[in-house]
């Protein structure tokens, strides 16, 4: 059969800007003898190839199958155009200004298996160099200002290329053709090391890192800045330095995520499964959470309390030369409690009274990034925060016309753009508790919208009005839509399950604000992207003393203690609660400030301090936690409760939990707390199946939508599922954290999906 000459335009759509797609490009169709140009606009990589039909074929299916290692194609278009003549070979052409933007942005990349190479080889250029990276790996969207994705569009624009990178920077045979952050020791950003006080004391780089190093053995707390903002890092097997770095930080028991040198001293420290390790050495790089062995050298006060363990190795070539082998730092984000990570070198007297020393570098950073969080669940990661290594990479939408901005919730905070068929979900925020986290997130929105080219039409908000992301929704003049706190917690599950059809939701939290004023957070609904039926919830309890309930958990249990029984006969919770208890209790009783709640989260609340485990909380959810922790190893039976109530948006079914805590009263003392604790576990997984079984059998349905921050209790989450999976299809988080960092994702598709419907 006669070869036919053919010419193609491709079009490549998705992470296809500064991860090596160009010259991998060039490369195979050097390879298969084709002409023609590669170049990235605003909406991508653009390609037109020349040759016979069998090797433009094969060209099409090298694309697609051997994409460089941190390169994803979303959508690849094909079409034949004209024939060029005199067209002698294959070029890279110089990028179009960009007019719309509608590119992917990839996310920052650990240091890649070749740049270690050369870092750790003392005849290489760049041994030692803690700025090396290439097209596989380094910084991305910590450094861009603007696409497309070329270096004066980057913070390396300060740093002009020395001849030999402009050379490696030129070839395209070279995998650092077109690495922006390409640098070298000549040319590039350098680190020095600093006293408190910001006096210069080591001024070249290397020394600068060892010199860091041996002040952290030495029991020393150095700020280091690296890819996304500053880490605060100290000797984490010295318990007097974690210690000093937790008094510093106010941070007193929230555990403390470790870097350490080598995976061999990860798994002298952890349990370590497959999946774990590739999670681990991953180009995302996240933080680990990891079984704890016994005896283990890192000191008790990393994660008190806690059978697990904060991990990652070293991601940037920073740390590469800070940590040796057996080296564990802890590295915990340089800002203080409730505030943003500090990134700029101007703003380091903020945290001058936490550290003593700082390792510094020049390259600016353009936004700040937290590290990400994951566990592996079911032998997939599982997340618990997503930010560097994940943000910003785009989820899937609903197709639709309208751009669209949804500002996410108070805690945990993300906020969601959408344009066309795509959901671009932000790095994590945080918690919006005051000014600087507020403008932290008001910058990073303007920095999204600008470099994805989002103009908003329509706003989503969580209902409740006095969040400051509601409040900075209402005040932009655009329609906006109000979504109930656990509607959006459970559409954004069905949407990343791509599930079309109405389902059942299991909603659990902590705090969720209810269209009848009450504080929601123990729901059981039937749902769509559009609306949704409340049809059962736990027993609403007043949280004695408003707010400060939910910090000081043994409120709740007491107030259930009185209503079962009396204080003398709950001997694990009586030394928690302090004296003067009466007065509260008594205008408890009476409703004064004592706001009604159906929250899962201050039932797991209210049995830890019960269980006499956590009467006082120093960060959000810890009495959960550390009754998951305590329940781990026994086997939970299912003590009484009880279901009342017509499962019907009118009469919702109401679970009540004080036939289990009655019981719990009578053990006390008696048994083990962890098998106490077990108990509670089963007896809420097995309340919860209950009433979802009866509902899913009276209302046909046979999906079911996890959310919600009690779905990070794996324990739970394991003994639900098992009490349904051969019933209902379950459906949970997968690329999103179960927590509030999904709320915005859900709140987009349900607005999007109310403004197509004509609903206001």
Known sequence: MEEMIIRLQVRACGIVQGVGFRPFVYRIANRFNLTGWVLNDDQGVLIEVQGDDISAEAFLTALSEELPPAATIDNLFVKECQLQEDEADFSIKKSPRAQKRRTAISPDLAVCDDCRREFFTKSDRRYHYPFINC?????????????????????????????????????????RFHAQPDACGTCGPHCWLCDQEGKVIFKTSEEAILKARAAILEGKIVAIKGIGGYHLACDAKNEAAVALLRKRKHRLEKPLAVMAGSLAQVEKMCLLSGAEEKLLKSASAPIVLLKKKGNSVIAPSVAPNNAYLGVMLPYAPIHLLLLQEDDVFVMTSANFSSEPIIYQNEHLPQIRELVDFFLLHNRAIRMRLDDSVVRIYENAPYFIRRSRGYAPSSLPFLQQPLAILACGAQLKNTFCLVKGDKAIVSHHIGDLENKAAFDAYKDAISHYERLFDVNPQLIAIDLHPDYLSSRYGKSIPLPHYAIQHHHAHLAAVL?????????????????GYGPDGTIWGGEVMLFDYEEYQRLAHFRPLPLPGGPAAVREPWRLALYITQMLSSLEKAPLLAPLVPDGWESLML????????????????????????????????????????????????VGRELPYCITGEGTAQVPFVIDLLPAYTAL?????????????????????????????RLADMYGVDVLALAGGVCQNLLFLDQVAGYLKNSLKICRSRSLPPNDGAISYGQAAIAACRAQNGIL
């Open 135 to 175: 097209t596989n790996c380094g910084p991305r969207f910590s450094i861009i200002d603007d696409v497309p994705y070329d270096r004066a569009n980057t913070t390396m624009r300060d740093f002009p290329m020395c001849p030999s990178c402009q050379s490696e920077y030129e070839d395209p045979e070279n995998r």
């Open 665 to 693: 009263l009578e053990m006390a003392g008696s048994a083990p707390v962890g098998q106490l604790a077990a108990d509670f576990h089963a007896t809420f997984a097995k309340s919860c199946a209950d009433v979802v079984l």
């Open 587 to 634: 205008a408890t009783k009476a409703g004064l400030n004592a706001p009604l709640t159906s929250s899962a989260g201050r039932l797991f609340d209210a049995a830890a301090a019960l269980l006499g485990l956590c009467g006082k909380i120093s960060y959000e959810g810890q009495a959960a936690i550390e009754l998951e922790q305590c329940a781990l190893g026994y």
């Open 495 to 511: 949407l990343e399950n791509k599930i079309e059809e109405p389902a059942l939701g299991l909603a659990l939290d902590g705090t």
